[in-house]
């Protein structure tokens, strides 16, 4: 008798054993030498023996390189070690906001590094990637956080909301510059949805509430979440200090992650995201999930929503047709206008330009998120570069690919001491 691993233990994303160390890494071509400090990047990788039950439910481990004057010092990897065991008690029901699996993304704010799940609480690591432990701000942090918080790159502030099964099922929450919570606000809402991310425009939040609902039948396994074709859609602008809430009705759909949402003159907000339709999603959540043989079905193509205000109404079109993910900008102009927005779909980056033409860069091999570092003193929005951990589609090989974010051309190839499985999301953290 023989079984079948399932997808997400099989192939690129299945995880490595161990945590190791390298230095003095192989480089071809060459780094910038305004490139000094660390790349980051969050994944699952389920511990030796383990199966989560889903993709996105395995351990969180972070692969990190640094880079330091035009050389690439070292690469490390670490598993988040967070506190294993219930999420929820079956007595009382209730949540152990610090257990956590972590493993979705990693950010800097206010000098800390957190690594993020959007159900539980976030985990500080150090530049070391050693653990320091939970993070709740000091008690102020009830809820769960979300693995996409935005930062206001004009205040500093951190936006971030946390999700639940049970009300209040939506709760927004502000960081200070320096690190202190300093907001919390319920966030009326109609039901518990799997709201993995959302934006924030000069003036507003911009929440996504989508028919992906928890689902009581699934509790117990590894994601209860399923799609709802009775829930609606509806896209809800809010003032950033939790006044004005107001709901648009929209297309079914759903989203995974966000571009970017800006204002115009008007007072009209226009969003930038990956959709998702009904079919796609079923077929994405079978592929990272636990259903043999599920294959991705394409559509999730970069969609763009303008909602007016003075209207009450919302125009949505898709921006192209390419099967893409892990829309990225330039975090420095988040909730502004911006004519760039970076992808990934296949062994492609593709760099969508607001004033022309998308351009398109094979790379040959699978690319993870392209993450945009600004060179310093620039003054063009894609004066820069981009960075993604790729994998040759034998997964016998990982390089950090550093790419003109002008050109999309290769600067140079860090060589990896290992295979990086697939993972989520990377941040660049600025010596």
């Known amino acids: 008798m023989t079984t079948t691993a399932p997808g997400y233990l ?76 219930r999420y929820v008690d079956p007595e009382t029901g209730r949540v152990d906001l610090d257990v956590s699996t972590a493993n979705t993304s ?40 979300t693995a996409h918080p935005k930062e206001d790159p004009v205040t ?19 960081i200070s510059a320096s690190g202190e919570l300093i907001h919390t606000s319920t966030v009326e809402g109609p039901g518990a949805t799997m709201m993995h991310d959302f934006a924030i425009t000069a003036n507003h939040v911009v929440w996504l509430d989508l028919p992906v609902v928890f689902d009581m039948e699934k509790v117990g396994k590894a ?28 297309e079914p759909g759903y989203v995974f992650h966000v571009g970017n949402a800006f204002e115009d003159e008007l007072g009209r907000v226009t969003l930038e995201a990956v959709r998702y339709t009904r079919e796609s999603f079923a077929g994405i959540w079978g592929y990272v999930g636990a259903v043999p043989n599920s294959a ?25 047709d390419r099967d893409v993910e892990f829309p990225s900008i330039d975090e420095g102009r988040t909730g502004r206008p911006t004519r760039y927005l970076y992808a990934v779909t296949g062994g492609e980056i593709v760099k969508y330009d607001a004033e022309g033409a998308a351009s398109v860069r094979d790379l040959g091999v699978v690319p993870g998120e392209a993450e945009f570092v600004p060179r310093p003193g620039a003054t063009a929005e894609d004066d820069g570069w981009l960075l993604s951990i ?41 010596d």
């Open 10 to 85: 099989t192939g690129l994303r299945a995880p490595v054993a161990d945590e190791i160390g390298a230095v003095d890494l192989k480089v071809t071509g060459t780094l910038p030498a305004e490139l000094n400090g660390r790349y980051f990047r969050n994944g699952p990788n389920p511990l030796p023996g383990a199966d989560p039950g889903h993709w996105f439910a395995g351990a969180g481990m972070v692969h990190g390189v640094r880079l330091r004057d035009g050389r690439a010092e070292w690469y490390r990897n670490r598993w988040v070690e967070t506190k294993r065991g």
């Open 156 to 174: 500093g502030e951190l936006h971030l909301f946390g999700y639940a099964f049970r009300p209040p099922f939506l709760t927004y929450h502000r």
């Open 223 to 250: 994601l209860p979440f399923s799609w709802s074709d009775a829930y609606g859609a509806r896209i809800g602008l809010m003032r950033h200090d939790g006044t004005g809430l107001r709901w648009f009705d929209v």
């Open 390 to 430: 790729v994998t040759d589609r034998e997964g016998s090989g990982s390089d950090l690919l550093v790419l003109d974010a002008a050109s999309l051309e290769t600067v140079a190839a860090v060589h990896l001491p290992r295979r990086v499985p697939m993972g989520f999301h990377g941040t660049w953290i600025n």
């Open 296 to 320: 991705r079905h394409h559509g999730s193509v970069l969609h763009r929503w303008t909602v007016d205000p003075a209207t009450g109404t919302v125009t949505e079109t898709d921006l192209d």
């Open 106 to 145: 990693v950010i800097r704010h206010a000098g800390r590094i957190l690594a993020l799940v959007e159900s539980s609480h976030p985990y500080e690591l150090t530049p070391e990637l050693d653990t320091v432990g939970p993070v709740d701000f000091g008690g102020r942090l009830t809820t769960a956080m």
